[in-house]
């Protein structure tokens, strides 16, 4: 039953949405502060702190009231107002049911804020984030995340924890399926436009959810691709790759942020003032609060930072995280910390003011149900139009990186074709990792997306996968021992025109505690290749990952391969209209894909060394292996279509600007091939000399263009000092005064080049 008491109608009375005419109060600031200021003064300690504490889901809330254990304490703390937050509550009756609990059987009545990862979508899976990266498509990507904002938001989720914006070069780290790849410029974009779309233009719309730029930072350097691995780093490297990308989601009004698993020179990041408070909350002003990764306070114990969870609960307070996630640090040492003079009240709340203030901007104290609608979360999860949405989106995340002898669209009729590999008929692993929301094994297949364009397709499984089975584990999901498939894959290979291979990882192969230490294709699917590849070489490969693959194999011998990651609930139907022409793929590739694992890490904007090629014939002495070479398998920005592009009439109006100056640079996009197609004209710049040394390239703009037939279209940039800016050994954000050059094309191994100066006068 609600509690009628003094404090409860004094709270209402403060935080009540009194100002009818001002329909718009809500995002105002100063309102939402002047609320925060009064209801804090109402607050106790351990109320302050309730809201600081975050616990996962831990009982069917329209099941039995829990009695005992562990679940009954954290209902009583619950019903308390110890809670804050809860994460993996979903569905409108469950979250209607433990919202009732906060706000009506609560002394304050305070809501809560309810998280979930809807990393790339809720039910409706779009594809997997370093598949969207590939489309190089802000607006498609921003739509994306709106999919993924209004399906959570209609099962009574407000706050997701995304986008993850960390930079990684290295694909053994099974995380970089979540985030945007390897470059900061472009995982900048990615970060602004994902995070607009979880939040769009009124947060507390019920169709939005608040975003979680994570994780903070550094979790992409992880020593060995090993995860949770420690990170250390210059400050040259930190602020200039890894900072950019939080930057521009600070800029974007992201309204919380995550810390992360790894320390960062010594000290994990959740007890890292450097990080949370230095530069999170002073340096760049952001305003939102800051959230514990799972257990990432009492995990500073194990790494040899805290001496037990009470020193973990204080250092993690007094550094900066806000809400503590599923370590039970805050709930059970805060008070005692305060009171013990360790802990200042005023760090308390400061969090609390911040966590409040997201509440509120939310709506949640003017409706605490406003996400809780049967109606609406029946009409728009698994809609026709967000199915519609994520197959635009997986079509345009799609790769070609290779088409020898134009093997390439396959025709629809008349055209013998058989379908070959573990993952063609599957229907779970295109879903992808973080799909906790989803429903197993409903991806369109390969098989059900191609059958559905072509009566000519036969298929045969090849090699059995693993998944399902008994004693299956992720590992091998794919079989490393079993080849009985494989003379039926090649009998109809055999009577095949063309052969197309579904091969790559199974779902759960990549994503978080997945690291590998080989990147090659999984159990004996590189051997079906080439056993295949004897009986018929004209063999289409596509390939269904969350990583970056070693497939040097396949790209010397296999004339056709496709780049189709986890595209999820429409991927069949994707990959089937790209692969009989219907879309021109126009992806590339958002991390460079490295020949073995032994370059990793292997990335486009490496620096150039003082030995960076032989000086003489036979020379050793310089910046090499000997016994591969240092060029990628692909690089980063490469991608085909079925049609060509050709560039030319590259032209600066000045090869020289000043301060406050700017200079126009233009080139010419021809489409020389013979279908429509669109291309991704991507500008790269060279600082050729400065007081740290800089990258061979950097990229600085991209624009997609579509092109008929013989059509020519001029794109532009415009050269500022901003843009080339960078972390100086003056210690700040600066442009330099110097030489440049500046390369525009396809990719990031162009050729096409200009120079330029730039004077800081």
């Not at 005992?68 to 509550?89: H, I, P, T, W």
């Not at 074709?417 to 692993?429: F, Q, T, Y």
């Not at 490393?480 to 095949?496: C, N, Q, V």
């Not at 690291?515 to 294709?521: A, E, G, P, V, Y």
Request: with cysteine; charged share 25%; aromatic share 10%.
């Amino acid at each position: 039953m609600k509690k009628h008491s003094l404090f409860t109608v004094l709270v209402a009375t403060l935080i009540a949405c009194t100002n009818s005419q001002n329909q718009d109060h809500m995002t105002n600031t100063s309102e939402i502060d002047k609320k925060v200021d009064s209801l804090l003064s109402l607050m106790t300690l351990e109320e302050k702190i309730g809201q600081m504490n975050q616990y996962n889901g831990f009982w069917n809330v329209t099941g039995p009231t829990p009695k005992e254990g562990d679940a009954a304490e954290k209902y009583e703390d619950l019903r308390q107002g110890k809670v804050g937050s809860m994460l993996n509550v979903r569905g409108v009756e469950q979250v209607k049911a433990v919202q009732k609990i906060a706000v009506e059987e609560t002394r304050l009545g305070i809501p809560l804020i309810i998280g979930f990862d809807v990393i790339h979508g809720y039910k409706t899976l779009s594809p997997i984030p370093l598949a969207e990266a590939a489309s190089w498509d802000m607006d498609a990507i921003k739509r994306s995340a709106e999919v993924a904002a209004a399906e959570a938001s209609a099962s009574g989720i407000n706050w997701t924890f995304a986008p993850m914006v960390d930079i990684s070069r290295d694909a053994r780290w099974g995380r970089v399926m979540e985030g945007g790849g390897e470059d900061p410029y472009l995982g900048s974009k990615i970060a602004i436009a994902r995070v607009q779309g979880f939040q769009g233009e009124d947060l507390a719309a019920n169709n939005t959810i608040a975003a979680c730029a994570k994780h903070f930072a550094g979790y992409g350097w992880a020593e060995a691709g090993r995860e949770y691995n420690t990170v250390d780093m210059s400050e040259t490297l930190l602020r200039n790759t890894i900072f950019p990308p939080f930057k521009a989601a600070v800029n974007a009004n992201v309204k919380t942020f995550m810390n992360s698993f790894n320390e960062l020179n010594g000290i994990p990041a959740t007890g890292s003032s450097y990080l949370q408070r230095d530069i999170l909350k002073e340096e760049w002003e952001f305003d939102g609060f800051v959230v514990s990764d799972w257990a990432s306070i009492a995990e500073m114990v194990p790494h040899g930072y805290a001496k037990d969870t009470i020193q973990a609960a204080a250092f993690a307070a007094n550094a900066g995280s806000d809400m503590d996630m599923e370590s039970y640090a805050y709930v059970h040492h805060l008070k005692k910390l305060v009171e013990e003079g360790q802990v200042d009240e005023s760090l308390i709340d400061d969090a609390v003011r911040r966590i409040l203030k997201v509440k509120f901007e939310l709506g949640l104290f003017d409706d605490p149900y406003r996400y809780c609608d049967e109606m609406r979360e029946k009409e728009v999860i698994g809609s026709k139009e967000n199915h519609e949405a994520v197959l635009d989106m997986a079509k345009k995340s799609i790769v070609l990186l290779k088409n020898d002898q134009n093997l390439l669209p396959l025709r629809k009729e008349g055209q013998r074709i058989a379908l070959i590999g573990p993952l063609a008929a599957d229907k779970n692993s295109p879903l992808g990792s973080w799909r906790i929301a989803a429903e197993d094994n409903s991806a369109v297949s390969v098989l059900e997306g191609m059958k559905s364009i072509s009566n000519s397709v036969t298929y045969s499984e090849g090699c059995r996968l693993l998944a399902g089975e008994a004693d299956f584990v992720w590992e091998t999901a794919i079989n490393t021992t079993d080849k009985s498939g494989f003379d039926a894959a090649k009998d109809l290979a055999r009577s095949a025109e063309v052969v197309v291979m579904v091969l790559g990882e199974y779902s759960f192969q990549s994503g978080e505690g997945r690291s590998r230490s080989n990147i090659d294709l999984p159990g004996v699917q590189q051997e079906l290749l080439e056993e295949i590849y004897k009986v018929n070489q004209n063999i289409v490969l596509v390939l269904m990952n969350g990583r970056p693959l070693a497939v040097e194999w396949a790209a010397e011998h296999v004339p056709a391969v496709v780049e189709a990651w986890h595209l999820g609930s429409q991927s069949g139907n994707a990959i089937a209209q790209v692969l009989f022409g219907e879309y021109n793929p126009s992806g590339k590739l958002p991390m460079t894909f490295p020949r073995n694992v032994g370059q990793i890490p292997i990335y486009y904007s490496q620096k150039n060394t003082g030995r960076p090629a032989p000086v003489a014939p036979n020379q050793v002495f310089w910046s090499h292996y000997i016994d591969v070479d240092n060029s990628p398998l692909y690089p980063f920005g490469h991608g085909l279509s079925y049609t060509t592009f050709e560039y030319s009439n590259l032209q600066l109006d000045d090869n020289s600007f000043g301060k406050g100056g700017s200079i126009k640079v233009s080139v010419d996009v021809s489409n020389t091939g013979q279908r429509k197609g669109k291309e991704v004209v991507q500008l790269y710049i060279r600082d050729l000399f400065a007081s740290v040394t800089r990258p061979v390239r950097e990229l600085k703009g991209f624009e997609q263009v579509a092109l008929q037939p013989g059509e020519t279209k001029t794109v532009q940039f415009i050269i500022d000092e901003e843009m080339i800016q960078f972390y100086t050994a003056n210690k700040k954000w600066e442009a330099e005064a110097g030489d440049f050059k500046l390369f525009i094309g396809g990719s990031s191994v162009t050729s096409l080049e200009a120079a330029f100066a730039y004077t800081d006068k």
